[in-house]
């Protein structure tokens, strides 16, 4: 039998995923506050685990088919899925921050982008307008639109900056599992797609190219990184539709 989307979520099941995704909010709060020149991946990644052990919630990538680490760091090039290690950050990197909590059995996720100290006018604009383009896509998500609205919107923003859609990498429901139906594209055509329903959770998550959008992986089975050797940006937040529209559950001061 085809793997389906879950039903829409109860009162009580969009209240445990507001509360991890709380705790995803004060975990991007607090890296980003960290985030500085000379600063150690694996430090960034202490200071997620720190957060979830205090709030009483389970980290959803550490051990996520095999995976190290709290968080995915990805500095420059690295589209998603750095792990955290001795790497230190240098003026003018940028780095891209992607986590998740457990709270009682029910999952958030979300990433942002951020400078490392003074960045050049285009990684600045690389970060902000995959946030715009973020915040674009969350705009869709309201009952009766379509996933092809969602994915429309986003691409609209970043090729409109003349950016690219990372290839291969979309958004995803999610819920009981970190990972789980249906897809949720940065491209794609107005009116078409899955309809969203009332009670939806997902995790928009656009990835953008300042180059090729073409990506590969590197040795260690896990970094993804352009083609070219652009730089990348990631921003993603979950959401929930609701009745008052969507309702952004990861929410924190970043965006």
């Known amino acids: 039998m085809p793997d389906r989307p879950a039903p829409p979520r109860t009162t009580a099941e969009l209240d445990a995923m507001r509360a991890a995704g709380r705790v995803v909010a004060e975990i991007h709060e607090r890296t980003a506050a960290a985030v500085r020149p000379g600063v150690t991946t694996a430090a960034l990644d202490r200071i997620a685990r720190e957060v979830i052990e205090r709030r009483g919630a389970r980290p959803n990538f550490l051990g996520y088919h095999g995976f190290p680490a709290a968080i995915c760091a990805s500095p420059n090039e ?145 970094s993804v990184v352009t083609g070219d050797g652009a730089w990348a940006a990631h921003w993603e937040h979950t959401v929930a539709v609701t009745e008052d529209g969507p309702e952004v559950l990861t929410q924190s001061a970043l965006a």
Request: proline letters at 6%; charged letters at 25%.
């Open 78 to 222: 690295i589209v998603v899925h750095g792990i955290p290690g001795r790497r230190r950050l240098r003026e003018g990197d940028i780095i891209s921050i992607d986590c998740g909590a457990i709270v009682d059995g029910w999952h958030a996720d979300a990433a942002f982008t951020a400078p490392v100290g003074d960045v050049s006018p285009e990684a600045a604009r690389l970060i902000e307008v995959t946030r715009q383009a973020l915040l674009a896509g969350i705009a869709q998500m309201c009952d009766g639109k379509r996933l092809g609205d969602v994915g429309h919107a986003v691409q609209t923003v970043v090729e409109g900056a003349g950016f690219g859609v990372v290839q291969d990498y979309v958004g995803h429901g999610i819920g009981r599992r970190l990972h789980q139906p249906p897809d949720v594209p940065n491209e794609g055509r107005p009116g078409k797609g899955r309809r969203i329903r009332l009670g939806d959770t997902y995790a928009l998550e656009p990835m953008v190219s300042a180059g090729a959008t073409h990506t590969r992986e590197l040795a260690d089975g896990w």
